[in-house]
């Protein structure tokens, strides 16, 4: 039996709605039963929950470090722990067909981890761990030995912009707060991620809530404020349970409170529960919701920065443009600027989803072309089928297409083709996807979150979404494609907040990549992707059939016919098109056309 | 009630809250946001019904009416849409035997409600009953996992 033996187990999002919870309370369970056989194993086995691996696609993922010799475990559930515990933990034999493959390897080698760095190493409810990898060091550093104007100096060279979708330069955006005589400023880190295919800042507050912390103290002496809150959504309620759990650690641990570091600097941080609203991603909605208001942005100037929460001078920022500080104080500005492209610095934490390989949480050095993150990281199109576009920047961003593979991802490279970073999702798409329907699905989304307080935005995202419906339905007619591109500018150039001047990028970038599509809907009635029911014909192979009775069961309009174990058919003058059968059928007999 | 009122108005004046606390309070006790409970705190905070109201109505968190013992969160997020989700709701709808206008069963058993994202896209299309996480579900699962709340 060794000195020590670490077991950690993945409980972030991704892992615990696979099972990671459960793992845990399994490895609990058992070494507490093995004190009677094993006392060692007691003694000796430590185990930890860590935030989110990245892999999200392999969860859940375990580790089991034997004196300093990892070995990573995918796919683990409940059952399998027993012989983890046999074979590994106590007979020194990894079990290697469960071990994580090549694959693993070259998602992670591939990547460059700063923010992302220590999440699913350290136990995020432990500060100590925290503690562990010089946490808090650089907050001590700028309060103790920096003056607030050489911590924004220093921000100002990293280039560090800001993680939230817009990318302002932070360094700069603190400088035009701290320009302001006031006796109060605040600041704010804005965790009401609201994206759909989103969950980066949730993983990160998740998985190490003490950097978010540390750098929000940071940004406050920058700029002098003693107030500080997290707007942070409710629906994530472990974030928030870690979030309050490590502010409570920082201030007995006296990170925050009065006089920290043993300088004059006081600083407190209040949490704020987002009630679900995604307008108030942007920064004065905001603060009208941290008010209590309905959170309806306002016109721009003044910006926060000069008159915020309160009407007092208050400085915004992202939870990843916060994890990053620390890392910039105590490495130094130079090092982060030789990370990322010319314009865009450092690195960019990414949600990879959709119809790819490898879905999980990634950290790309801003830059890197899309080909490699999609290929290399993402691992490929999964079931071989063929890539179509990639979708960025949530219901704010556009669709990418083949022809621009190449694309760095940065700030530039993705607003030059009509997306953009937003906070990070990356949603890649394949043949089956139909581009009019990720349109709808988008302007659904912003039609429905819109604020309703200016009218290109309240009523064009209406009358945009009126038109994709019916061109989804067969109803399209000629002339709606020039129609929604004029709509869609006009929304564009008017509207009074990002939300309405984002809104339209999914139409336009699907029309000018996709127009295809479109006039396939249109013209012939057809959906190519054969996924908008309406347009398309549903029969039943009878070579294929069983007669086993499924669909005719699933039909809600009695549209389908045929004795018991005989091929059955589709009425299409009665079928509505509702794809019930096609769900049913397991025997694939279903086809639509 | 008015007890319960009471101690959310003496802790919400100790906090300094605003009124979206205040909501969030009185959801989280009562369930939802009745209208006398609303009446209560404006006639006692000296602030509209109306201020309250029209908070309660833009933020999605809010409910006006009771919800059902449980709630079936189906995720809308872009990746569960490609995968799914928008097939898994009609058939929720079509079990529950939902009206296209009805969110809550007749017999107060199950609330169906949409969220935009809870972040477990890799194992889409994701549905939660009430804490539990459902994942990689299909129209067929779905029915089957409901099976198992029904009296």
Not at chain 1, 90 to 97: A, I, L, S
Not at chain 1, 331 to 351: F, H, N, Q
Not at chain 1, 423 to 437: A, P, R
Request: net charge neutral.
């Amino acid at each position: 039996m060794s000195s020590e033996i670490i077991v950690n187990v993945c409980m972030g999002t991704g892992g615990i709605a696979a099972g990671g919870d459960l793992v845990m309370e399994e490895f609990t369970k058992q070494f507490e039963a093995a004190g009677i056989e094993n006392a060692t194993v007691k003694e000796k086995c430590k185990l930890h929950k860590v935030g989110c691996r990245g892999f999200c696609a392999r969860d859940v993922l375990v580790d089991v470090n034997v004196d300093g010799a990892v070995s990573t475990y995918q796919y683990i559930q409940p059952e399998m722990v027993s012989r983890l515990i046999q074979d590994h933990v106590v007979g020194g034999r990894p079990v290697k067909e469960w071990l994580v493959g090549d694959d693993y390897h070259t998602f992670h080698d591939n990547q460059t981890k700063i923010v992302l760095g220590d999440l699913g190493k350290i136990n995020p409810e432990s500060i100590n761990d925290y503690l562990g990898v010089d946490g808090y060091k650089a907050a001590e550093k700028a309060l103790t030995t920096m003056t607030p104007a050489e911590v924004i100096a220093t921000v100002k060279e990293s280039g560090l912009r800001g993680r939230g979708g817009g990318g302002f330069p932070t360094g700069l955006k603190w400088s035009f707060c701290a320009a302001n005589k006031s006796d109060q400023y605040y600041i704010i880190c804005n965790a009401d991620e609201g994206d759909p295919g989103a969950f980066m800042d949730r993983s990160v507050v998740e998985g190490n809530p003490h950097a978010v912390i540390e750098g929000m103290i940071i940004g406050a002496y920058a700029i002098g404020a003693s107030i500080g809150y997290v707007y942070i959504r409710a629906e994530y309620p472990l974030a928030v349970d870690r979030l309050h759990m490590a502010l409570k650690a920082a201030k007995e641990h006296g990170y925050l409170g009065e006089k920290l570091f043993g300088t004059d600097f006081n600083f407190k941080i209040k949490v704020k529960l987002g009630a679900g609203a995604f307008v108030c991603g942007e920064e004065t909605a905001l603060i009208a919701s941290i008010e209590g208001e309905r959170g309806m942005p306002r016109a721009k100037p003044p910006f926060p920065a000069n008159k915020g929460l309160w009407g007092k001078p208050t400085i915004i920022n992202n939870v990843e443009t916060f994890a990053n500080l620390p890392h910039i104080l105590n490495k130094g500005a130079a090092w982060y600027a030789s990370i990322g492209s010319e314009k865009s610095k450092g690195t960019k934490v990414i949600a990879l989803t959709g119809k790819i390989r490898n879905t999980g949480l990634i950290e790309i050095p801003m830059g890197m072309p899309l080909k490699d993150i999609i290929f290399n990281i993402g691992g490929g199109i999964e079931g071989n089928r063929l890539f179509k576009a990639v979708q960025t920047g949530g219901p704010s961003g556009g669709c990418i297409p083949q022809q621009h593979i190449d694309l760095p991802v940065d700030y530039e490279g993705l607003a030059s083709v009509g997306s953009m970073m937003g906070s990070g999702g990356m949603v890649v798409l394949d043949e089956t996807d139909c581009m009019v329907n990720i349109s709808k699905f988008f302007l659904e989304f912003t039609q429905s979150e819109s604020c309703g307080k200016c009218v290109p935005c309240r009523i064009g995202t209406k009358r945009l979404l009126e038109i994709l419906t019916r061109i989804t339905e067969g109803e399209g007619k000629e002339g709606d494609i020039e129609l929604l591109q004029e709509l869609a500018e006009d929304v564009r150039d008017s509207s009074l907040c990002g939300l309405g001047m984002s809104a339209p990028n999914p139409v336009l970038s699907t029309i000018k990549y996709f127009r295809h599509e479109y006039e396939a809907h249109i013209k012939n009635k057809k959906c190519p992707a054969k996924v908008c029911n309406k347009l398309l014909t549903f029969f039943i192979r009878e070579d294929m059939c069983v007669g086993c009775g499924m669909c005719l069961r699933a039909c809600p309009v009695n549209a389908i016919s045929g004795e018991k174990k005989m091929p059955h058919k589709v009425d299409n003058n009665l079928c509505i098109q509702c794809g019930s059968c096609f769900d049913a059928c397991k025997f694939s007999a279903v086809l639509k056309e | 009630m008015t007890e319960t009122l009471e101690a959310i108005y003496d802790k919400c004046m100790a906090n300094e809250d605003n009124i979206i606390t205040i909501l969030q309070e009185i959801q989280s006790k009562i369930g939802y946001i009745q209208e006398e409970a609303v009446n209560w705190f404006s006639e006692r905070t000296n602030i509209p019904p109306s201020k309250f109201y029209g908070v309660v109505t833009f933020y999605s968190q809010f409910h006006q009416n009771p919800r059902g013992k449980n709630i079936v969160t189906v995720c809308c997020g872009t990746v569960c849409h490609v995968k799914g989700a928008p097939r898994v709701i009609s058939k929720v709808r079509e079990d529950l035997k939902l009206k296209e206008d009805q969110d809550t069963t007749k017999d107060m058993l199950f609330t169906l409600e949409r969220v935009n994202c809870v972040g477990a896209c890799s194992i889409a299309p994701v549905v939660l009953i009430n804490e539990k996480v459902l994942g990689k579900v299909t129209p067929s699962k779905i029915v089957k996992s409901l099976k198992d709340y029904k009296g």
